[in-house]
């Protein structure tokens, strides 16, 4: 009973408990980065470690780290899903507000409605139960056969105006009942729905070891076994939102997700056995409205879903912990006396709890200065080449550099001075030296000097020193870091390499060629014989220091610490730690882990490192992290189940009847020699965290490729072989590496390439060889035979041309024979008789003039075989002149050439054109039209020169009946000329005639 109790007494206990703080990371997927929706409506984890999620706008499945929408849900509009469940046949069932209920069996969806029987389409929830599946809706409950998917409806209709809704089930013993949202609970039969309690408005429910808890706007009822299959009234027990899921996690605590439907106001439960509290705060969580919680015990992860801002994921046991320190950057920290003391933009901060605290804030800083800066005046006055800060600096100017412990004492440096301070926080003294670089040596202040060369220093208290500069090419300038152990100082210079001050002598390892690197970040003493160096290209050496010679034992490339920016090294147990811009390297042998914000340890920039009793103290632009080096080495490693999700062959994606379980059937591929273009798509099946790996794969077992890391890998032009395929998968955040067979391929070779037909082809040729040396004789002796039906087909070749050239000029008398109408020649000699009875002479003479020449050139061209387009042209224009005389020049003639056409150079048969424009003449005008048109258009189309013949006259149709057979026999004339010409069968002379006008439309061919 003492998880009831706790139920009645947590109103009181949530709002009073205070917590120890615990770091749990947490990642958000939300609208915009992978979902469509901040409203989850339910999450569901199924045995194979899928993880489902549902909104209004579809199904979703977690993929790496990102939530891929499943099309063929979409594709039959199944959306609104409100349940998810997994059957004893591993196949998985969603229950659709709106839509009824699909089951997918990782190649099919099978989708009911109440089309197939369901009780309503509104479900709500759905279990199994005695081998069926329940679903609960509006109206009562669907029981579904698993096997053959037949239904038995349980209806129940209101007898109130409220609907009868059944929204959830639990079990008691071998019973299943369900609860209704205003009529009370009832015992679920094959047959019927027994009423067993009225418990008022419910909202949720569940049984819990021998007890029945229901949840609703009111509050929490709780009733034992008995009390509720008694019907035993009971009030509420306590007063709380509504909790709408809850799960057993990590080190046996539960995790209970609440709201109200009122107020939206919600949180997450936390119940360890013994006492409850609120974790809302304690998960950075605001302003959420939790219904969904899933654990996932494979990563000891829970995820939470709620109605306003996404999904939200949680990981348990990390060896990180994070101390906020006030919205304030850490700029060093130190470990003294089993304390942590950290200089931040705030202040001087100590831990030594669980939170840090500040002791000396900035003002007490800015106090100190100002108390003994004038004290310090006289002194700085006899040393005019001494580096001074700067007197016209604020408060809000002031900027901490470094922290140095140094004789049980605190030394911070900053850019209004050097500060001395107790362990307690109180300022012991200050000195007016501004220096970014600084340590201690032998009781003396070494000071890098902004303006170059080294300051050592023999009494602080009178600012009395020894400066140093670069007059023995041994002294360091551009310090840019400074690191010590009990004998030396080692000084890193930007430009001039690696220094060592000791015994008050300077030296430098780039000029006596013991390290060669001139370009140094940082430098780190790691103990009293080894010595950190980072690079400024990012490559980190490890050197071991004998006396007064260095020796590189290890250099780690910028390439296996990805970054070239370099912020720290540290090293514990053997153990490296190199912080970077990028992440943070944890170097164990030949294991590297990476850890960054996929882990929790989320930071702009890193500031500053220490070691703390086998921890790593690391600080950032807002706190800093304490890393349990010890298990993050001890991560268990697990090997990762890797699928193929898609493959696509030259372009061409398989089908998703391919894949099972989102993952390809067929792993063992034979393609084709021009299927030759693979894109294959994998996933690693629900990684702890899913951008710690890289991979890289090889054939055969051959040569690796360079890393990457992308889930896709892009194979071109493969050759024709056999390829298995392997991956290499390397988890950043536990060092380990796996080898998984991935694929195997075998492209065959073109069919020309294949032994079997190479070995028939080389049999065909040598058949073929003895054939030829046989028939070699044959044809010896039929060779002049063959010679006599050359000369014979030479011969036919010679007739076949004579009768060819014979039937060009039959044709071309034709066409001289058909270029004239005799109605033409007549009506000319008629218009010459009637100027000469008229005694027109003027006029006679001139059509007879015309005549002649008319004549001469139908003479002159039609000796040739092609004119010019210019001479055809001319050739028409005085046809139409003679024409328009006798019509007394009521024909309007024009010729339109398109400017491209070269009428010089292009050549047609001779008077081609005469005839149809004589047609326009002769058939086409109405004597009564007091404006007659003839138009030609010639233009290029493609190949060939198209020439356009119109008229405005009364169309063919109106005229078929008049010289049909001179029509006939010019047209035809004409379609043979343009055959000839063209060296085709084709039809190149076509006709478009109406009311309005005809047109005669002629392609000739253009030869270059």
Same mark, same amino acid.
């Given at each position: ?16 408990? &205070? ?29 194979? #470690? ?64 109440? !089309? ?131 799960? =057993? ?96 933009? $705030? ?19 800015? !106090? ?80 890098? #000097? ?12 009178q600012i009395d020193y020894d400066y140093i500069s670069d007059g023995g090419n041994n002294i360091p300038d551009n310090v840019v870091s400074i690191s010590r152990n009990s004998k030396a100082i080692f000084i890193g210079s930007e430009f001039g390499g690696l220094y060592k001050y000791e015994n008050g002598v300077f030296t430098s390892y780039f000029r006596n060629n013991q390290f060669n690197e001139k370009k140094i970040k940082l430098v780190k003493a790691l103990g009293e014989d080894k010595l950190a160096v980072a690079t400024q290209f990012g490559d980190v050496y490890i050197i071991k220091i004998n006396k007064d010679k260095l020796h590189i034992i290890r250099k780690i490339s910028s390439k296996s610490i990805d970054s070239v920016n370099i912020n720290f090294v540290e090293e514990v147990d053997g153990k490296l730690i190199i912080g970077s811009f990028s992440n943070i390297v944890v170097v164990n042998g030949d294991k590297f882990y990476y850890i960054d914000k996929a882990q929790g340890v989320n930071y702009k920039t890193l500031s500053a490192s220490a070691v ?38 030259? &372009? ?137 039906? $050359? ?73 040739? $075989?092609?004119?010019?387009?210019? #001479? ?17 020049? =009521? ?40 404006? $007659? ?25 109106? &005229? ?21 010409? &063209? ?26």
């Open positions: 009973m003492q998880f009831l109790r706790l139920f009645i007494l947590s109103i009181f206990i949530l709002t009073g408990i &205070n917590v120890k703080a615990q770091y749990i990371v947490s990642e958000k997927y939300m609208d915009g980065n992978s979902l469509d929706s901040n409203e989850i409506l339910d999450m569901y984890m199924d045995s194979r #470690q899928f993880l489902w999620v549902t909104t209004k706008y579809g199904i979703y499945i977690k993929d790496m780290g990102k939530f891929k929408l499943l099309k063929r849900f979409k594709e039959i509009k199944f959306n609104n899903v409100y349940d998810i469940f997994e059957d004893k046949n591993n196949n998985i069932w969603f229950a659709s507000y709106g839509h009824g209920v699909a089951r997918f069996d990782g190649s099919k969806v099978v989708h009911l409605t109440e !089309k197939n029987g369901l009780v309503s389409d509104l479900v709500s929830k759905i279990i199994t139960h005695d081998g069926k599946i329940y679903a609960a809706g509006v109206n009562g409950i669907s029981i579904i056969n698993m096997d053959d998917f037949s239904i038995k409806k349980i209806e129940q209709k209101s007898t109130t105006k409220r609907n009868f809704h059944v929204i959830t089930f639990f079990e008691l013993g071998k019973k299943l009942y369900a609860c209704t949202k205003y009529h009370g609970v009832f015992e679920v039969t094959d047959n019927e729905l027994k009423f067993v309690y009225d418990s008022g408005e419910i909202l949720n429910s569940y049984s819990y070891r021998n007890n029945v808890i229901f949840s609703s706007i009111k509050g929490i009822k709780i009733l034992s076994n008995t009390e509720f299959l008694n019907n035993v009234p009971k009030e509420n027990s306590v007063e709380l939102p509504i909790i709408w899921d809850y799960e =057993k996690v990590a080190n046996n605590k539960i995790w209970m997700v609440t709201h109200d439907i009122v107020s939206s106001a919600g949180g997450i439960l936390e119940f360890d056995g013994t006492s409850m509290k609120s974790i809302t705060s304690e998960l950075n969580l605001a302003d959420i409205v939790p219904n969904r919680i899933v654990y996932d015990k494979f990563n000891n992860v829970a995820y939470i879903s709620t109605l306003n801002q996404g999904l939200m994921r949680f990981v348990f046991n990390t060896p990180y912990k994070y101390y906020p320190t006030d919205h304030s950057s850490v700029e060093s920290i130190k470990e003294f006396q089993s304390k942590e003391y950290l200089i931040t933009s $705030n202040g001087l901060y100590v831990n030594d709890g669980d939170k840090p605290r500040i002791i000396t804030s900035k003002n007490e800083f800015w !106090k100190s200065y100002q108390n003994n800066k004038e004290k310090f005046k006289k002194i700085l006055s006899s040393k005019p080449k001494f580096f001074r800060v700067n007197e016209n600096l604020r408060e809000f100017d002031m900027k901490f550099y470094r922290l140095e412990v140094e004789n049980g004492n605190l030394w911070v440096n900053s850019n209004i001075g050097l500060f001395k301070i107790n362990t307690f926080g109180k300022i012991l003294s200050y000195y007016p030296i501004y220096t970014q670089y600084f340590s201690f040596n032998n009781n003396q202040l070494i000071e890098a #000097q902004p303006s170059g060369g080294m300051k050592i220093y023999r009494n602080l208290d703390n009793q086998g921890n790593i103290l690391v600080g950032t632009d807002n706190g800093y992290y304490l890393i349990n080096l010890e298990s993050v080495a001890n991560i268990q490693p697990t090997q990762p189940k890797i699928s193929i999700t898609g493959l696509q062959i030259n &372009n061409h994606k398989l089908d998703r009847d391919q894949f099972y379980w989102f993952d390809l059937k067929n792993k063992n591929l034979s393609l084709t020699h021009d299927q030759n273009n693979i894109f294959i798509d994998f996933t690693i099946l629900n990684p702890k965290y899913s951008t710690k790996y890289k991979y890289r794969y090889r054939f055969n077992k051959e040569e690796w490729s360079e890393y990457f890391t992308d889930e896709v890998i892009r194979f071109n032009s493969l050759k024709a072989g056999s390829y298995a395929i392997e991956l290499e998968i390397t988890n950043l955040s536990d060092g380990n590496k796996s080898i998984i067979p991935l694929i195997d391929l075998k492209i065959y070779p073109p069919f020309y390439f294949n032994p079997f037909f190479l070995s028939g082809l080389s049999i065909l040729i040598i058949l073929l060889f003895l054939k030829y040396y046989r028939n070699k004789i044959r044809s010896i002796n039929e060779i002049n035979q063959l010679k006599i039906k $050359n000369i014979q087909e030479i011969k036919d070749e010679e007739n076949k041309r004579i009768t060819l050239e014979k039937k060009f000029s039959e044709v071309r008398l034709m066409a001289l024979q058909g270029q004239m109408n005799p109605h033409f020649i007549f009506n000319i000699l008629n218009s010459i008789q009637y100027y000469i009875i008229d005694n027109d002479v003027n006029n006679a003479l001139e059509s007879l003039s015309q005549f002649a020449k008319l004549i001469r050139k139908m003479l002159e061209l039609s000796s040739k $075989n092609e004119i010019t387009l210019k #001479q055809e042209i001319n050739f028409l224009e005085l046809y139409v002149k003679i024409e328009n005389f006798r019509y007394k020049n =009521k024909i309007d003639f024009k010729i339109d050439i398109n400017p491209d056409i070269d009428i010089y150079n292009i050549h047609i048969p001779p008077m081609l054109l005469q005839p149809l424009v004589e047609n326009c003449f002769v058939h086409a005008f109405n004597p009564s039209v007091a404006t $007659n048109k003839i138009n030609i258009y010639i233009t290029k189309c493609s190949n060939f020169l198209e020439i356009i013949i119109e008229d405005n006259g009364k169309g063919m149709e109106q &005229n078929k009946n008049k010289d049909k057979f001179y029509e006939s026999k010019g047209l035809g004339i004409i379609r043979e000329r343009l055959q000839l010409f &063209n060296g085709s069968n084709d039809e190149f002379l076509k006709f478009e005639t109406n009311s309005n006008g005809t047109k005669a439309i002629l392609a000739l061919k253009l030869f270059n």
